[in-house]
């Protein structure tokens, strides 16, 4: 029945209960996962689309076989699509290239936006410091509101990018936020700033992003910029990537890779200091990382070190907390996200380490920094991960 808002949970329903008898059952833990009761095949499903991994064409033909019997189904063996991403298998150098070819140049002709005279190297407008000023006033721009038919374009515009920002091309994650903490009540500002922005995606079309062969160590990089944000709101941010078992973490010498997932969003609520701004972008990425470790753990038996996740901040007040060498005075919610991080650092689950903010693949999301025409390159903490073509 066209319109049934109760289809979706009728049909997950009733997938469960056809495949159940074959001993295919979904992971609570993770929604989306399936797994067997006995052969090691896993795969995520996503509205209709499978992505299986298999260790044996008789497990595949088992899930196959399994599937057909209620569903129609195709199978694209080489696994070079899946919920619009195009992967580049590469076995022999052990990476994969993941990429949306065509993505922007649809998204530009359905919102009728021109290809741009001159290239366009930043994402977002920047504001240069003014150095010497004691008082640093809030830049609050002075637009008119936009129309019903104008706020829709912004609200679609946010909604269109922000999936693409976050499956291939992360360095665009600063400005869609900025938007869409405007996007219920829009200015001809927000608007701007949407042009300004499907400019630099115009300029760099094809954003690919690569994951190298690891040893799934989970690890994140997390930082906070403090009253960045209409409202005296901070924006916090997590880089999360997987790497290698021999790397020494607490010197720094941990070996890249493609971050499979970005944070990058508006703390809620006004904080009082730039260090309960980290903690707080701390307390929430701390969250995403102890469940991707059990997940690793539990789920894909991929062991993770016993000193606790690898968790790096730049900001030595918020170290020193969390570590019990400071005790600052603090605010009730404060004092609740400090105390249960530093529960998880003391029973290990969590290894936090200081370095310094220009080693921090972090930083580059929590604020607006120089544009990259001054460099003709993008982001230094992503460029070996994301290439344009």
Same mark, same amino acid.
């Given at each position: 029945?066209?319109?049934?808002?109760?289809?979706?949970?009728?049909?997950?329903?009733?997938?469960?209960?056809?495949?159940?008898?074959?001993?295919?059952?979904?992971?609570?833990?993770?929604?989306?996962?399936?797994?067997?009761?006995?052969?090691?095949?896993?795969?995520?499903?996503?509205?209709?689309?499978?992505?299986?991994?298999? %260790?044996?064409?008789?497990?595949?033909?088992?899930?196959?076989?399994?599937?057909?019997?209620?569903?129609?189904?195709?199978?694209?063996?080489?696994?070079?699509?899946? #919920?619009?991403?195009?992967?580049?298998?590469?076995?022999?150098?052990?990476?994969?290239?993941?990429?949306?070819?065509?993505?922007?140049?649809?998204? /530009?002709?359905?919102?009728?936006?021109?290809?741009?005279?001159?290239?366009?190297?930043?994402?977002?407008? =920047?504001?240069?410091?003014?150095?010497?000023?004691?008082?640093?006033?809030?830049?609050?721009?002075?637009?008119?509101?936009?129309?019903?038919?104008?706020?829709?374009?912004?609200?679609?515009?946010?909604?269109?990018?922000?999936?693409?920002?976050?499956?291939?091309?992360?360095?665009?994650?600063?400005?869609?936020?900025?938007?869409?903490?405007?996007?219920?009540?829009?200015?001809? %500002?927000?608007?701007?700033?949407?042009?300004?922005?499907?400019?630099?995606?115009?300029?760099?079309?094809?954003?690919?992003?690569?994951?190298?062969?690891?040893?799934?160590?989970?690890?994140?990089?997390?930082?906070?910029?403090?009253?960045?944000?209409?409202?005296?709101?901070?924006?916090?941010?997590?880089?999360?990537?997987?790497?290698?078992?021999?790397?020494?973490?607490?010197?720094?010498?941990?070996?890249?890779?493609?971050?499979?997932?970005?944070?990058?969003?508006?703390?809620?609520?006004?904080? /009082?200091?730039?260090?309960?701004?980290?903690?707080?972008?701390?307390?929430?990425?701390?969250?995403?990382?102890?469940?991707?470790?059990?997940?690793?753990?539990?789920?894909?038996?991929?062991?993770?070190?016993?000193?606790?996740? &690898?968790?790096?901040?730049?900001?030595?007040?918020?170290?020193?907390?969390?570590?019990?060498?400071?005790?600052?005075?603090?605010?009730?919610? =404060?004092?609740?996200?400090?105390?249960?991080?530093?529960?998880?650092?003391?029973?290990?689950?969590?290894?936090?380490?200081?370095?310094?903010?220009? #080693?921090?693949?972090?930083?580059?999301?929590?604020?607006?920094?120089?544009?990259?025409?001054?460099?003709?390159?993008? &982001?230094?903490?992503?460029?070996?991960?994301?290439?344009? %073509?």
């Amino acid at each position: 029945m066209y319109g049934l808002k109760q289809a979706a949970r009728l049909a997950y329903d009733n997938l469960v209960s056809n495949l159940e008898p074959d001993g295919y059952y979904p992971v609570r833990a993770c929604p989306g996962l399936w797994k067997h009761t006995s052969k090691p095949t896993v795969f995520s499903l996503c509205v209709d689309d499978f992505g299986v991994k298999h %260790h044996s064409n008789d497990d595949l033909n088992h899930l196959l076989e399994t599937l057909r019997k209620n569903y129609k189904c195709t199978i694209d063996r080489e696994g070079k699509n899946y #919920l619009g991403l195009t992967l580049s298998w590469n076995y022999a150098d052990r990476y994969v290239d993941v990429s949306m070819p065509g993505y922007i140049r649809a998204a /530009s002709q359905r919102f009728k936006h021109p290809q741009p005279k001159r290239p366009q190297f930043s994402p977002h407008p =920047w504001q240069p410091p003014k150095y010497g000023q004691h008082i640093q006033y809030a830049d609050h721009p002075v637009s008119p509101s936009l129309n019903k038919s104008d706020t829709t374009y912004v609200q679609s515009v946010n909604g269109t990018l922000i999936y693409y920002g976050r499956a291939v091309d992360p360095t665009i994650l600063p400005a869609v936020n900025e938007i869409s903490t405007q996007k219920s009540a829009p200015t001809q %500002h927000t608007k701007n700033l949407c042009h300004q922005l499907l400019d630099y995606l115009a300029t760099y079309p094809n954003a690919t992003i690569r994951f190298n062969a690891s040893d799934m160590i989970a690890v994140c990089e997390t930082d906070a910029a403090y009253l960045v944000l209409p409202k005296a709101r901070s924006r916090i941010a997590g880089h999360y990537y997987f790497t290698n078992r021999q790397d020494d973490y607490s010197k720094g010498t941990i070996t890249s890779n493609g971050p499979f997932h970005t944070e990058c969003k508006a703390l809620r609520r006004v904080v /009082s200091s730039a260090a309960e701004a980290e903690t707080g972008g701390a307390f929430e990425n701390s969250l995403n990382l102890v469940e991707i470790r059990r997940i690793c753990e539990q789920v894909f038996n991929h062991p993770q070190p016993r000193k606790g996740s &690898p968790f790096i901040t730049d900001n030595s007040t918020s170290t020193g907390v969390l570590t019990r060498l400071i005790k600052p005075r603090r605010s009730k919610s =404060w004092d609740m996200r400090h105390h249960w991080l530093e529960d998880r650092i003391q029973d290990n689950t969590i290894q936090l380490i200081w370095r310094p903010g220009k #080693l921090n693949r972090a930083d580059y999301f929590t604020k607006h920094h120089v544009p990259s025409h001054h460099r003709k390159m993008r &982001p230094e903490c992503l460029v070996n991960v994301i290439q344009q %073509h």
